[in-house]
T-cell receptor
Framework: DAKTTQPTSMDCAEGRAANLPCNHSTISGNEYVYWYRQIHSQGPQYIIHGLKNNETNEMASLIITEDRKSSTLILPHATLRDTAVYYCIVRVALFFSSGSARQLTFGSGTQLTVLP | NAGVTQTPKFRVLKTGQSMTLLCAQDMNHEYMYWYRQDPGMGLRLIHYSVGEGTTAKGEVPDGYNVSRLKKQNFLLGLESAAPSQTSVYFC????????????????FGPGTRLTVL
């Protein structure tokens, strides 16, 4: 799976948009970009994923550059409850074609702190 | 829907003791996984299951056993606990593992914090 680079920490004012960047310059054509987050002492939570096109759901938007070497997760109106570690993961499907599995590698992520 | 639930939430064991962690999901997912999370290590896959009655080893299976007797439940057993197994254990499930190049979204439980003394 491609390596990702994220800032260690970011702050955002409550009610403003939070833009979290991720660099994945070695991404290959069949690798998806996933975003998960982990609120302190809780299990990871899926946010969004995409391959080439920009994606939006009820939680966030994902903007992927045309060359796919970087992406940005956008939380349009951040709240205090969005304070968490955000993980950008670039990977193919969990399972190899042989059926064996590999882990979901979370890395160190970005600690987003939403300030009142 | 409760999603993915795990019991217990916390447990302290002595070296050599055994225990079973229970994971349950009510989303009718085929695939289930057990991970452990240690500081600075991210998540590591212990075992997984692609359906009722089937299990397979992940990245760090030693010292653990699993069973999937029912589709909605996935049990993780520690036969003889060791201090190195002190960790936070997460269970996850997904609708499917996804074909090569496809996608899968995993839904995680709240975790079990295990301390082995």
């Amino acid at each position: 799976d491609a390596k990702t680079t994220q800032p260690t920490s970011m702050d955002c004012a409550e009610g403003r948009a939070a833009n979290l960047p991720c660099n994945h310059s070695t991404i290959s054509g069949n690798e998806y970009v996933y975003w998960y987050r982990q609120i302190h002492s809780q299990g990871p939570q899926y946010i969004i994923h995409g391959l080439k096109n920009n994606e939006t759901n009820e939680m966030a938007s994902l903007i992927i550059t045309e060359d796919r070497k970087s992406s940005t997760l956008i939380l349009p109106h951040a709240t205090l409850r969005d304070t968490a570690v955000y993980y950008c993961i670039v990977r193919v499907a969990l399972f190899f074609s042989s059926g064996s599995a590999r882990q979901l590698t979370f890395g160190s992520g970005t600690q987003l702190t939403v300030l009142p | 829907n409760a999603g993915v639930t795990q019991t217990p939430k916390f447990r302290v064991l002595k070296t050599g003791q055994s225990m079973t962690l229970l994971c349950a999901q009510d989303m009718n997912h085929e695939y289930m996984y057990w991970y452990r999370q240690d500081p600075g290590m991210g998540l590591r896959l212990i075992h997984y299951s692609v359906g009722e009655g089937t299990t397979a080893k992940g990245e760090v299976p030693d010292g653990y056993n699993v069973s999937r007797l029912k589709k909605q439940n996935f049990l993780l057993g520690l036969e003889s606990a060791a201090p190195s197994q002190t960790s936070v254990y997460f269970c996850a499930s997904s609708y499917r593992g996804g074909p090569p190049g496809g996608t899968d979204t995993q839904y995680f439980g709240p975790g079990t914090r295990l301390t082995v003394l």
